[in-house]
């Protein structure tokens, strides 16, 4: 899709389908925190270039679980929770999956729709895929009864997957309540629940919100893993970094569960990254820059919401028919408009606004330029 777009020689073209943040100008964005952790790190002279242990830097992994469970919660850092780092989210999935299909025999129930590398990775990693209703195609928002419905007809014992928050692609995501519910649903199955972190901060504006999913099954003693991502939200893309957290019953599973997740990462990438986690880890752990980051994705959630609302009005404006405001019930990165894949191609061929053929569009590249350009494109096609 990248090429596809680049290779595009429209002067209207608009490019909805990255799912990386770009600024009000279309651009990459880096954050001004990021620069100044990324100094402190190249200044520092005792950082060398030495391998990693293969999990990963400790004061990284340490700073990635507080992220993710609470800094100010003690269960957050609790033995229990085996943790270590891998390559970003796809990394940190694969490494779960590839556990998971050496040590636990079951299916794997993933949304329908979702993200496709989800499917590209536990398959290969030799799991067998089952999938589970999410959105409601009529109102684009989540649907709680199917999806609970089906969450009880799971196979007992099954794998299922989740995501925390700023669900790909819907932007729809269980409330505190809902993912009670959720809760009750996988104890009484035995079902064994994977989480997919990869918008922490982006969904609600809030860091600590959007994480609220996970929190509580560790608040109520679940067994369940964590592949955590930080090239979104900390927009260190290129430096890959990210962690995944095996949450187990006791510290000796977890050291059980660390050893094996070793010779797995042995046999694979044998060690992570360094640089980036370093970064990661000053600002994830000076609160001075972690509250600035959060600033920062506060930002930038502000900005998608923005973007939200306008094409919502531009469309309403113009007489589109249907109604459009489940685009600004939804959040995150992306919107679901429930077109289909003809009325998709038509919106990439005819009116060159590029996005994905499932009808998720990223609203970061959006900028208050283009929306209207974009909402008659999407008045033409419906």
Known sequence: ?????????????VNLGIGTYRDDNGKVAVF?????AEKMVVEDITIDKEYLPIDGDQGFIKTAQQSLFGFNNPEANHPRIAS???????????????????????PIYISDPTWENHLRIFNEAGLLIRRYRYIDPKTRLID???????????TA????????????????????????????????????PIFDNTYQGFASGDHEE?????????????????????????GLYGERVGATHIICNTHDAAKRVLSVIKVIVRASYSSPPKHGSKIAALVLGKEDLRHEWYKDLKGVADRMSRMRVLLRD??????????????TKQSGFFAFLGLSERQCETMVKKHHVHMQ?????SLTGMQASNVDYVAKAIKDVV
């Not at 270590?84 to 079951?106: E, H, I, M, P, V």
């Not at 692609?169 to 996988?186: A, H, N």
């Open 84 to 106: 270590f780092q891998t390559l970003s989210g796809s990394g940190a999935l694969r490494t779960a999956a590839d556990f998971l299909s050496k040590y636990r025999s079951a």
């Open 1 to 13: 899709m990248p090429q596809i777009f680049k290779d595009d020689p429209s002067t209207n073209k």
């Open 144 to 154: 709680m009864p199917a999806f609970l419905a089906d969450l009880r007809a799971m």
């Open 357 to 361: 053929l499932n009808s998720r569009i």
């Open 157 to 192: 014992g099954s794998c299922v997957l989740f995501q925390t928050c700023g669900h790909n692609p819907t932007g729809v995501d269980p409330s505190l309540e809902q993912w009670k519910q959720i809760i009750m649903i996988c104890k009484e199955r035995g079902l064994f």
């Open 314 to 327: 531009r469309l309403h404006e113009i007489g589109t028919p249907g109604n459009w405001d489940f685009i």
């Open 32 to 36: 001004d925190v990021i620069r100044k």
């Open 210 to 234: 959007d994480a609220k999913g996970p929190r509580e099954f560790l608040r109520q003693g679940c067994e369940f893993i964590v592949a955590q991502s930080f090239a979104k939200n900390l």
